[in-house]
């Protein structure tokens, strides 16, 4: 039977209560004594005051809650004093949450140290979340990754709803990810996609196999450099090696540190304690960060100088920001809403795509029917005598249903961002408190058996649309998957992430055919994933590939 929630007002009369009995009782002990004592009087009219003021309190506060109906939480399990529910949560906390939901029903409350918290996998849930109280719910917490890692919540990803937020969105939306701003990066995303498919050639050349999880993250990183800060960091690129080295090693660090959940968020005893130096990393990076960040502020105002503002068609976004005044008049933009920015551009737009691709790779090498039926639709629109262009990828309805069932299956954010309600408000008759957590689980979403069937099974086709018209990667009207979330704080720059994802698959199955090493079973192949902001697969994808096209079409 579902454990029943009460809100935690049911506690406070009697606590109130034993509260001012203990009170009452050290005021009258120590008036008695001191009788006899110059302060006798004062000490007694003091003990009076108390017991009527108190009195009165507990009268009011007894007749409230015997009065008031009270206000019911969401079922969810039993919890332990101080840790709430912490401890029920393991190393893959999006399937020990869509546990709960089976066990309780499509809300469940969670109490997290000192956080109240809710969980759903349910579509009419989050369509209420996301869309009808919107208002409410598309806050994010103040946690201290966002404090150490984004700039104190000053970028767009982890700031809280408000005004500053409002400005940095409008920002990205107005200047950074127009179509019109992304179509003049077209070239650039060209000549990567070529990059890639030469990458994997050359590496393919001695038959070895190919680990798929650097190629899709080079592809992903220099897609995503190139826009923000005109150079990539991987391949051929501008950037010296000892620079490339930096930027990587702070990007992993800054995904894992983004991707924990800390217990210092939820037990602030922990904090004082950190056993695992958690907040103190968070602090190094930070420190690393920022001297990268304002390296790359430094350098563009150096080349700006030199360039005297020429057009702005070569503009990267680190440029574009520069170039704009700030709010309280002033000519520039602050560095620290710029460097914000570019923070949020980097940790949102490269491992999310880079994710999903290695895993649509996976599950497409485990499937070869799929990786057959991806090929055919690839021979018909593009043909073997050119290269696919992103025009084509409109056209690509089988692989656009391969990457919606990727998404149904590996969503790259498990929980989204985290989202957090502002003022008490009520889902489905219960009542949800102000500062409540919110765990939407896409991953248990895709595999709700009351709306998917066989949900552990690979099988595009699903997506299907009876009437043949273009399949969209989105939550559509149903919210049966939510690749990019809904709502204020879905996704800004959900057509970019889809064109990376499209177009590097479409490359990698037009140019090559793919097999396993070492006579592995496609069967074999290990799907277990690993809980973090976004959510890899355990292991790299380790593949052999083997050039489809003629020849003279690597060159
Ligand atoms: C396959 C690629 C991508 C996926 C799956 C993805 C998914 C998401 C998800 C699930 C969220 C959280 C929404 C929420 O909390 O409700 C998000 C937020 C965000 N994404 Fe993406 N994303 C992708 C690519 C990109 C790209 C390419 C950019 C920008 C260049 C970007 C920029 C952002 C930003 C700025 C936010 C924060 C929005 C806010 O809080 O207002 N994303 N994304």
């Keep these: 039977m579902a454990h029943q929630n009460w809100g935690t007002n049911r506690l406070t009369p009697p606590l109130l209560f034993m509260l001012s009995c203990a009170i009452c009782r050290l005021i009258l002990s120590n008036y008695f004594a001191s009788l006899g004592s110059s302060y006798s009087l004062a000490a007694a009219a003091a003990a009076v005051a108390a017991i009527v003021f108190l009195g009165n309190r507990i009268h009011y506060r007894f007749w409230d809650w015997i009065t008031t109906e009270p206000r019911r939480l969401p079922p969810g399990p039993p919890r332990w004093p101080i840790v709430g529910n912490l401890l029920q949560l393991g190393q893959l906390p999006h399937r020990d949450l869509a546990a709960l939901c089976d066990k309780y029903g499509p809300l469940v409350y969670l109490r997290l140290g000192s956080v109240n918290a809710i969980t759903t996998n349910d579509p009419s849930i989050i369509r209420e979340i996301l869309v009808h109280q919107d208002d409410v719910f ?42 019109k701003r992304l179509e003049s990066f077209a070239r650039h995303r060209a000549e990567e996609a070529w990059h890639l498919v030469r990458d994997v050639w050359a590496r393919c050349q001695d038959g070895r196999p190919i680990n798929m999880r650097e190629v899709l993250g080079a592809f992903s990183m220099n897609n995503v450099t190139r826009m923000l800060l005109g150079k990539q960091y991987f391949g051929a690129g501008t950037a010296g090696p000892d620079e490339a080295m930096e930027f990587m090693h702070i990007t992993h660090e800054l995904f894992w540190l983004l991707g924990v959940i800390y217990l210092g968020d939820y037990l602030p005893i922990w904090r004082w304690i950190d056993p695992s130096g958690c907040e103190k990393k968070m602090r190094e990076v930070e420190k690393r960060v920022d001297d990268f960040h304002a390296s790359i502020l430094q350098e563009h105002r150096n080349k700006k100088a030199q360039l005297k503002g020429d057009g702005d068609d070569e503009m990267d976004f680190v440029d574009i920001l520069l170039s704009l005044p700030s709010e309280d008049g002033k000519a520039h933009m602050d560095d620290v809403e710029i460097k914000a920015l570019i923070q949020d551009m980097i940790a949102a737009a490269t491992d999310t795509s880079a994710v999903t691709n290695e895993w649509a790779m996976t599950e497409v090498i485990k499937h070869p029917r ?74 248990g979403l895709g595999r709700n058996t009351g709306i998917w069937d066989n949900v552990e099974e690979f099988r595009p086709e699903r997506h299907v649309l009876l009437d043949g018209s273009r399949v969209e990667i989105s939550h559509g009207a149903d919210f049966k998957i939510l690749p990019f979330s809904a709502g204020k704080r879905k996704c800004p720059g959900a057509p970019l992430g889809v064109t990376l994802v499209l177009m590097a698959l479409a490359q990698l199955f037009h140019c090559f055919d793919w097999t396993l090493p070492d006579g592995l079973r496609p069967e074999d192949i290990d799907t277990t994933e690993v809980y973090g902001m976004t959510m890899p697969r355990a292991e790299p994808l380790v593949a052999i590939a083997k050039p489809r096209l003629a020849a003279h079409m690597y060159h």
Aim: proline share 7%; glycine share 4%.
């Design 138 to 179: 598309a806050s994010r917490p103040r946690t201290l990754a966002a404090v150490h890692l984004a700039y104190g919540c000053s970028d767009v990803a982890l700031a809280p709803l408000g005004p500053r937020w409002k400005r940095m969105r409008r920002i990205c939306m107005e200047h950074l990810l127009t179509t």
């Design 370 to 443: 799929v990786l057959r039926n991806i090929q055919e639709e690839l021979d018909r629109v593009v043909g073997p005598d050119r290269m696919v262009s992103e025009a084509d990828l409109a056209n690509l309805n089988y692989l656009r249903c391969v990457v919606r069932e990727t998404f149904r299956m590996h969503p790259a954010g498990p929980f989204l961002i985290p989202h957090e309600s502002l003022c008490d408000t009520t889902i489905n008759g219960y009542h949800i408190p102000a500062k409540t957590r919110v765990f939407i689980n896409t991953h």
